[in-house]
C-alpha cells in the first residue's frame, strides 16, 4: 500500500521519465507487448503505472488470502492444543512472550526451551510466531509462543499483517513482556507495549497478570545509559513512529525527497488520483478502518479517542505500571534469571487455576434453598 501511493511519474537522472524509482516510461499494450514509449499505443491498453498498480493491489490481494488461512489453520491448532490435556485434563497453557522489537524475546524463548530461535539485531527479526515448550519446575508442561516485536505507533497496515500473530497473544493464558533494560527509553517502550496489547484486545486482567522481564542486564552492567541504542535504529524506529525532529525526519524522508521535487506540472493527470494519498495517506487508505472493526479491532482513532476519553483511567493504570519494578531479570545471552523467570511462571499458572476452579465451583453449586439446608441438617 506504502508503495502503491507512492508509483508516481518521475524523472529519472537521464532525463526519462519512469515510475518510482526503477519503474520503466513504457506504454504497455492490454497484451503485455510495450510499445518502447515513443508515444504510440496500439488499442486500449494499460499504461506502466496502472500495471504497477494492479500488480500491487493483486499481491495484496494475495497476501490477505494467505494470512485469513494462516488464521485459520493457527486457530485450529489452539483449539487443539486446549483439547488435548495437560496434567489434570486441562488444555496446556500457553505463554506468549511480547515486548518491544530487539528487546531480546527470541533469545529468550531460545534459552528457555533450550532451542534456537532466530534472533537478530534488527528490527522485526520475528515476523511469524513460534511456539517451543518447555517444562516448568512443577514439571508442569507449557508452550511459549514467541511474538513479533512492537514499535512505536504500529502503521494500520502493520497491525493487520500481523493479526495472527498477535491474535496468539491475546488467547494466551499468561504474558511475559520482555524488555531491554540497557535501552534509554525503557518506559516508552513499555508504554508502546501496552498501548498495542490494549489496542489488539488483551484484557485488563491479563494485563495485571502479565510478568515483566528486565532482559540484557549484562549490558547494564557494562555500559552508561546514554550509548546504548545505536544512531541508526534511533532514526529508523524515529521514521515509523513519525518523528518530528528534524534530523531524524529528513534522514526518513531523504529517499523520497528527490523524487518529490522532480515531479514536473506536466505530470498530475498522470499522477491522477495518487496525488490525494500522496502524502502519508497509505497510513489510513481505503477500507482499513472497515477491516479492523470486522477483526473487532480498534482501529487507531478509535483509540485515540478512547485514550482522551478515559484518558484517567489510562493514565492512572499505566502510571502504576510506570512505578513497578520488574519481576525478574535476564540475561537470555548468559542465562541469568532464568530458572526465577520459570518459577514465576509457573506460581501465576498455579494461581490462575486456583481462581478459575474457584469460580466454576461457584458457578455449579446449587441455589441454597430452605429444603436442601434442611436436607443437609438431616
Ligand atoms: N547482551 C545481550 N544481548 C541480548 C540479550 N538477549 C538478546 N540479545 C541480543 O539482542 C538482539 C535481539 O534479540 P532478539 O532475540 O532477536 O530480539 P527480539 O525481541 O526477538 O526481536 P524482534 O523479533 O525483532 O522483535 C540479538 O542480537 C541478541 O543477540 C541479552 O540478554 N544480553
Ligand atoms: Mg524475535
Redesign the pocket.
Known sequence: MYKRSRLVRVRGPDGRYTFGAMGEAEVVSARGKGSGGRGFTSGAGETELQLQRRRIVDRRKQLLYEMKEVRRTRALQRAARKRHGGANGQGIATVAVVGY?NAG???LVSALSNSD????DRLF??VDPKVRSVILPSGRKVLFS????FISDLPVQLVEAFHATLEEVVEADLLVHVLDSSAPNLDEHRETVLQVLKQIGVSEEKLQTMVEVWNKIDLEEEMGADERLGDGEDKVLGCLSGAEDDDVASDCDDNNEDAVSEISQGDNESIGDEQSDYSDGWLLSEDEDETLNEMGWKTPNDQQSMVSKEGTKTENSSHSQLLSVPHVKTSAIIGVGLQELLELIDSKLKSQNVVERNIIDRKWRPPRTEETDMTVEQ
Do not use: R
Not at 530461535?117 to 537478530?120: A, F, I, K, R, T
Open positions: 522489537t524475546k527470541s533469545t530461535l532466530y534472533s537478530d527479526a520475528t514467541d511474538t513479533v516485536g
